[in-house]
T-cell receptor, first 110, second 117 residues
Framework: SQQGEEDPQALSIQEGENATMNCSYK?????LQWYRQNSGRGLVHLIL?????REKHSGRLRVTLDTSKKSSSLLITASRAADTASYFC??????????FGTGTRLQVFP | NAGVTQTPKFQVLKTGQSMTLQCAQD?????MSWYRQDPGMGLRLIHY???????DQGEVPNGYNVSRSTTEDFPLRLLSAAPSQTSVYFC????????????????FGPGTRLTVT
């Protein structure tokens, strides 16, 4: 079964707006990652946050992790049309398996 | 570096046929994995390998075999294709840190779109 569930399933915004997507997971984790997938392509790693971290930044990306609620959020600030993609969270518990969520489809309109 | 390469890009099989999806990486990554992606299901782990000669099952291993005879290659074999195996298949790899931990930051191939009729 899936470890992570993203919310919302789909999100549409205008360029310049912020996009927030959430990931909830079921069991304890070592790390949580976010990936982007452009239509018809492989996934690209965006950012990794460890279980002892609460917030991480990378460019226009901000990721938070709340292990007490078993949830994470990905914020993309000042969205661009090129950010249009599906976004997935993925978790591991140190047992050599990376388990992905079901994804959020983000559409950014120019 | 070519990164992670997968062949073929597209494949159509008839029920009962067998085939091998190829995956290769030139980054000397120890960890390699296979996922399938179905609409609304995200990615599901089929099999993975932490090094040459070592493989293990993921979430959905039934109907698939793997082997890892070299660091570079990790082929996925469909023994007797079924319509339920119609999917997009992704291979991925990652590396160990100097301390020996697998980073889990995965590098993905472009995928193989498989249709079983």
């Amino acid at each position: 079964s899936q470890q992570g569930e993203e919310d919302p399933q789909a999100l549409s915004i205008q360029e310049g707006e912020n996009a927030t997507m959430n990931c909830s997971y079921k069991t304890s984790i070592n790390n949580l990652q976010w990936y982007r997938q452009n239509s018809g392509r492989g996934l690209v790693h965006l950012i990794l946050i460890r279980s002892n971290e609460r917030e991480k930044h990378s460019g226009r990306l901000r990721v938070t992790l709340d292990t007490s609620k078993k949830s994470s959020s990905l914020l993309i600030t000042a969205s661009r049309a090129a950010d249009t993609a599906s976004y997935f969270c993925a978790t591991d518990n140190g047992a050599d398996k990376l388990i992905f969520g079901t994804g959020t489809r983000l559409q950014v309109f120019p | 570096n070519a990164g992670v390469t997968q062949t073929p890009k597209f494949q159509v099989l008839k029920t009962g046929q067998s085939m091998t999806l190829q995956c290769a990486q030139d980054m000397n990554h120890e960890y390699m994995s296979w996922y399938r992606q179905d609409p609304g299901m995200g990615l599901r782990l089929i099999h993975y390998s932490v090094g040459a000669g070592i493989t293990d099952q993921g979430e959905v291993p039934n109907g698939y075999n793997v082997s890892r005879s070299t660091t570079e290659d990790f082929p996925l074999r469909l023994l007797s294709a079924a319509p339920s195996q119609t999917s997009v298949y992704f291979c991925a790899s990652s590396y160990r840190t100097p301390s020996g931990a697998i980073t889990y930051e995965q590098y993905f191939g472009p995928g193989t779109r498989l249709t079983v009729t």
